[in-house]
């Protein structure tokens, strides 16, 4: 264990699909991104759920309507991935194990982990992070109903 601050430092590590990672907390700028990353994914699954409510109630939609339905869960997704990317490219501090050894850890290798373990990593470190816990499960992809 190390201290903040410190070379290396990290908060906690979890195994993932039989690899080791370390992580650390996210800084309060870091926070701030992640925070209003994850409120403009949610307005865009606000726009989308409120045309899908209007398709279910058998309103009519313009073919513009319907279209945009389906394009903001197109968007939605593209800046979770973001989001995610950007969580674990910050918090990730070194990995160990099958597949990874002798990779670098680094922002940009970070990035190219699976969409999966990187979901579960954002989980974990926005749970280290003191993201509400309605934040934290929005970033393991269950957002309370």
């Known amino acids: 264990m190390r201290l903040q601050g410190d070379e ?3 908060a906690a590590e979890v ?9 650390r907390e996210l800084t309060d ?3 701030k991104r992640v925070q209003e990353a994850a409120t403009a994914i949610m307005d865009l699954r606000r726009k989308q759920a409120a045309l899908a409510r209007r398709l ?3 309103e009519d939609l313009s073919d ?3 279209t945009s339905m389906n394009a903001l869960g197109q968007e939605a997704l593209k800046q979770e991935r973001i989001m995610y990317d950007l969580i674990v490219s910050a918090g990730i501090v070194s990995w160990q ?3 990874l050894d002798g ?3 680094t922002p940009e290798n970070a990035r190219r982990l699976p969409p999966q373990v990187k979901a579960r990593l954002a989980h974990e470190i926005g749970k280290m992070t003191s993201l509400s816990f309605d934040e934290a ?3 393991a992809g269950q957002p309370k109903q």
């Open 8 to 10: 290396g430092y990290y």
């Open 15 to 23: 195994p993932i699909e039989g690899c080791l990672f370390r992580y």
């Open 29 to 31: 700028q870091e926070q």
């Open 56 to 58: 279910q109630a058998e």
């Open 64 to 66: 513009e309507e319907f």
């Open 97 to 99: 194990g099958d597949g």
């Open 103 to 105: 990779v670098e850890c």
């Open 137 to 139: 499960d929005f970033c």
